[in-house]
């Protein structure tokens, strides 16, 4: 990547964690014309090497974080546990259905790959948030049905706010956010209840702490600060690395 930190504001609509040119509504009304308009083939969401996918997964975070975290897996129903872990961090490629319900983000872009490490607190109160959007996707609901089905689980708190401590990491030089940005930037990723950017002093000059858009519009409790860092999860510098 030939950016620096400092001069690269774009942000992702993840993942875990974004993505460009989606759904108004429901994918059926929208323009057939349109990038990604609905949902592609299953098999194209899917990863048939399961050790490559397990291998990628573990990108997301530096092997000595990584290497004893459980690894989870997309199969066609939603994710599965490849490897049990030990140390309490889940890794996983989060697909493009986690971007915002709302905009032009390429909601269902097939090529979207986010390998994404939770840290246990995040693990317990995010995640799950990841794993229900997956699972709904795959049963083939439309963008809309998603959101409602989300909010009517937030209600009965089947999805609760994040819990304290929560954070998860995103290093990985193969990721690729969305067609815009690519694999973007190495960040890590800090989650809490629904809070004002200016509670982080996020997204104001100088400042190197951003809003993730992931949840704009969505019902999720969860309000995301990123931060970007120098280095990939390999410790190569991000500057060395072509994108």
């Not at 996918?53 to 004893?68: F, G, K, Q």
């Not at 699972?135 to 998603?146: D, F, H, R, T, V």
Request: contains cysteine; charged residues 20%.
């Amino acid at each position: 990547m030939n950016q620096k930190l400092s001069a690269n504001r774009a942000k992702p609509a993840l993942i875990f964690l974004a993505a460009a040119a989606t759904l108004a509504g429901a994918a059926q009304a929208q323009d057939s014309t349109a990038p990604y308009a609905r949902m592609a083939p299953l098999d194209e969401y899917l990863i048939p090497d399961r050790n490559a996918e397990i291998a990628l997964a573990r990108t997301a975070a530096p092997s000595s974080v990584s290497n004893d975290a459980t690894i989870l897996i997309l199969g066609r129903h939603g994710y599965e546990t490849a490897v049990q872990g030990k140390n309490g961090f889940v890794c996983l490629v989060e697909r493009a259905w986690n971007g915002p319900f709302e905009g032009d983000d390429g909601f269902w872009n097939p090529k979207n790959r986010g390998p994404d490490c939770y840290n246990a607190a995040a693990a317990r109160t995010v995640l799950p948030i990841i794993l229900m959007r997956a699972k709904l996707a795959l049963a083939g609901e439309s963008k809309e049905k998603m959101r409602e089905s989300i909010k009517a689980a937030v209600e009965k708190k089947e999805l609760l706010p994040p819990e304290p401590g929560g954070m998860a990491y995103m290093l990985s030089k193969q990721q690729h956010l969305n067609d815009a940005a690519g694999h973007w930037l190495p960040h890590l990723m800090f989650f809490v209840p629904v809070k004002d950017a200016n509670t982080w002093g996020a997204d104001v000059p100088g400042s190197p702490v951003m809003v993730n858009p992931h949840f704009n519009g969505a019902p999720e409790p969860v309000t995301e600060f990123m931060v970007p860092v120098s280095k990939w999860s390999d410790g190569t510098p991000v500057e060395k690395h072509g994108g």
